[in-house]
């Protein structure tokens, strides 16, 4: 299993005993006390400084039996300490939606954007988080992304790909789809693919 945390971040990782009754005593250790301490019965792991490392959950006969012993019954968990990529949903030609694992609080010049079969790097514009999910951080590029082509997006040591809307407009979308009589709305008609990821949009305010 995995475990995504920030520095200072904590979790606890809970060991269930098969059968309930058994009266193994576990136990639990870290592959690198820089990344991720882990109380040695408690299973409380502290996030300490970016990296990965693996928690390895121990069920032996008794608390002096050894590690190594071949009886033990032994599981890991991974744990990823840092802002690690989920997924990139392409919203518009120029909008993506990167989703990270943790709360995440990233720059424009963080990003590296690359087309996988042209190698050309695309600059972002602009970045921000979202205001409900700080996990999620919308990116606009200065560039149409529109060729149908597959896509990574990189931060740091992580990366995540996307395949671009081939640009072909499949239903047309109008928001809102009620407006007040009386008061003036701004109103979007925006041309959607048909995964419905915006192609084209304009506004008009009457």
């Known amino acids: 299993s995995e475990l995504y945390l920030n520095v200072r971040d904590t979790a606890t990782i809970k060991a269930t005993k098969t059968p309930e009754t058994s009266t193994d005593a576990v136990r639990f250790s870290t592959s690198d006390k ?8 408690s299973g409380k792991v502290t996030a300490k400084g970016e990296g990965k490392c693996t928690i390895t959950v121990y069920s032996k006969a008794t608390k002096a039996t050894s590690n190594s012993a ?23 030609v120029t909008e993506l939606d ?20 042209t190698k050309a790097a695309f600059p972002v514009k602009n970045v921000s988080i979202d ?19 597959t896509y990574t997006v990189q931060y740091k040591e992580t990366s995540a790909k996307f395949t671009a809307t081939d640009g072909r407009v499949a239903s047309l979308q109008v928001v809102p789809t009620e407006i ?7 109103i979007y008609a925006q041309l959607l693919d048909a995964n419905g990821i915006i192609v084209e949009s304009c506004t008009r305010s009457d």
């Open 34 to 41: 820089t990344i991720a301490t882990v109380g040695l019965t």
């Open 70 to 92: 071949k009886a033990n019954k032994i599981a890991t968990v991974e744990v990823y300490v840092g802002s690690y990529m989920d997924r990139v949903i392409q919203k518009s």
């Open 98 to 117: 990167v989703i990270f694992k943790t709360s995440t609080n990233v720059k424009s010049s963080d990003l590296i954007i690359t087309n996988d079969t």
């Open 131 to 149: 205001k409900k999910n700080d996990k999620i951080v919308h990116v606009e590029t200065y560039a149409e992304l529109k060729d149908a082509h």
């Open 180 to 186: 007040v009589c009386g008061k003036e709305e701004l």
